[in-house]
C-alpha cells in the first residue's frame, strides 16, 4: 500500500503543477488587477507605471509567474497588494479559526446523516423515509445564507440571545463567550453539510438491502435491526468513511459564506475582501491551496478505503 500511495503522489505533482498554470493564467486574462483598484484616473500614467514595477507588474508574465511558482515552493506565499500584509501568516491565524467552527458541523452532520440516513433506506417508501428525503431535499434547495439571516434575526435580533457578529466580543475572551457566537454559524454549515450526507447514505442503505445477503438473514429470521446494525451499517460505513478524506478542503475553503455573514475571523471572509478588492496574490494562493486540498483528499479517500477494505488493500 505504500507503494500505491507514493505513486499517487507522484502523479499528483504534474496535477499541481497544471493547477498553478491554470490559476496564474486565468488570473491574468482578468480586464482589471490589484493595481487599477489602487489608482485612481488623477494620477499620471508615470506614477502608476512606478506601481507596476513596485509590485512587479512591469515583468514578462512567464517571469511572473516562474518567480511566483518558487515563492510557493518555498513557502514564500507573497503579500498582499491590498494590505500589504505576509499572506503566509495571515493564512496562519485565519485557517485555525476555520477549523474550529467547519470540522465539529461536519462531524456532526456526518453522525447525523449515518443514522437519518440508515433509518430512511430501511424504511425506504414508508413514512420515515418520506419525512427524512423531503427534508434533504428542501435543504439542498435552500441557501446556506437564507438560513444564517433567519438566524441572525430571530436569536440575534429579536430575542438577543445571541451575538451577531465575530468569534468573540470585544474585551471578553471566555469560553461562554466563544460558544454564543459559535452557535449560528455552527447551526448554519451542520444544516449546509447534512442533507448532502443524508441522501448518500440513504443510497448506500438501499443498495445493501437489494444484497442477497440481506434476504438470507432474514431467511434464517434476522430481526431488521439486527439485520440493518450487524451487517448492513457496516457495508454502508466503508464508502461513508472515504467521504471523510473528501472533506478536507470543506475545513479551509468549505465556510466562505457563512464565515462572512457573520463575520468569523477564517479564511471566507479574507478571501471575499480579496476578491472585492482583486487582491490576486492572495486569490491565487487561496485558489492553489483548495486545488491541492481536493487532491489530498482524494488520496486520503484511497488510503481510507484500502485499510477499511482488505479487498482493494490487495488489489494495491
Not at 518567480?67 to 498582499?80: H, K, M, V
Not at 448506500?204 to 446494525?229: C, K, L, N, W
Amino acid at each position: 500500500m505504500l507503494r500505491y500511495i507514493v505513486k499517487r503522489i507522484i502523479n499528483a505533482i504534474p496535477l499541481l503543477f497544471l493547477i498553478t498554470v491554470l490559476c496564474f493564467a486565468l488570473i491574468s486574462l482578468a480586464p482589471y488587477d490589484a493595481i487599477d483598484a489602487m489608482t485612481t484616473p488623477k494620477m499620471s500614467p508615470e506614477l502608476i507605471a512606478m506601481i507596476r514595477a513596485k509590485y512587479g507588474y512591469d515583468k514578462p508574465l512567464y517571469e511572473r509567474y516562474f518567480r511566483w511558482l518558487l515563492g510557493l515552493i518555498n513557502g514564500n506565499f507573497g503579500y498582499s497588494i491590498v494590505n500589504g500584509t505576509s499572506i503566509f501568516n495571515d493564512l496562519v491565524s485565519r485557517i485555525p479559526n476555520t477549523i474550529k467552527l467547519v470540522l465539529p458541523s461536519y462531524l456532526t452532520a456526518y453522525l447525523l446523516a449515518i443514522v437519518l440516513g440508515l433509518i430512511a433506506g430501511a424504511n425506504r417508501g414508508k413514512r420515515a423515509d418520506k419525512i427524512i428525503d423531503g427534508f434533504a431535499s428542501v435543504s439542498l434547495a435552500i441557501p446556506t445564507f437564507w438560513i444564517a439571516m433567519l438566524l441572525i434575526y430571530f436569536f440575534g435580533y429579536k430575542l438577543r440571545v445571541l451575538p451577531i457578529l465575530g468569534m468573540n466580543t470585544i474585551g471578553k475572551s471566555g469560553v461562554g463567550d466563544y460558544l454564543k457566537h459559535f452557535i449560528m454559524p455552527y447551526l448554519v454549515l451542520t444544516f449546509a453539510f447534512l442533507p448532502g450526507n443524508i441522501r448518500y447514505v440513504r443510497s448506500s442503505t438501499i443498495s445493501e438491502f437489494s444484497e442477497d445477503y440481506v434476504m438470507v438473514q432474514r431467511a434464517f429470521g434476522a430481526s431488521e435491526s439486527e439485520i440493518i446494525f450487524k451487517h448492513v451499517c457496516k457495508n454502508v460505513l466503508f464508502p461513508i468513511i472515504t467521504r471523510l478524506g473528501m472533506a478536507l478542503p470543506q475545513l479551509v475553503t468549505g465556510a466562505v459564506i457563512t464565515e462572512s455573514v457573520f463575520s468569523w475571523p477564517g479564511v471566507g471572509p479574507y478571501f471575499v475582501k480579496a476578491v472585492q478588492g482583486m487582491d490576486y496574490p492572495v486569490i491565487m494562493v487561496i485558489l492553489v491551496l483548495s486545488s491541492t486540498l481536493v487532491i489530498l483528499g482524494n488520496l486520503l479517500s484511497d488510503v481510507l478505503y484500502c485499510v477499511v477494505d482488505p479487498r482493494i488493500r490487495k488489489a494495491v
